[in-house]
């Protein structure tokens, strides 16, 4: 008989925009954040909510790893 693991999942919220500049001339700047979002039936506190901010969408992967990596640690200190 083999042990299947549950189905594991993860949710995120994502926000990314351009941010306009007072200063004349001065290029736009884009400014974002990720945020893991709690599963239906996800016990309370595993995980908690967190932002994770970034400039750039290369540091997105990066960001929600690492929000992963917490959720699963937040998950396995009960």
């Known amino acids: ?4 693991e549950p189905h ?3 949710r995120f919220v994502v926000l990314y925009r351009r941010e306009p ?5 001065a290029s736009e700047q884009w400014r974002g954040w990720v ?6 039936g996800e016990e ?3 995980g908690a909510e967190q932002r994770v901010c970034f400039r750039e969408l290369s540091e997105l992967p990066a960001a929600v790893e690492a929000l992963i ?5 937040a998950g396995k200190g009960k």
């Open 44 to 46: 309370a506190g595993a």
């Open 35 to 40: 945020s893991r979002v709690q599963a239906p």
């Open 21 to 25: 500049r007072e200063i004349d001339g």
């Open 8 to 10: 594991i999942s993860h």
């Open 1 to 4: 008989m083999s042990f299947r």
């Open 69 to 73: 990596q917490d959720a699963s640690h």
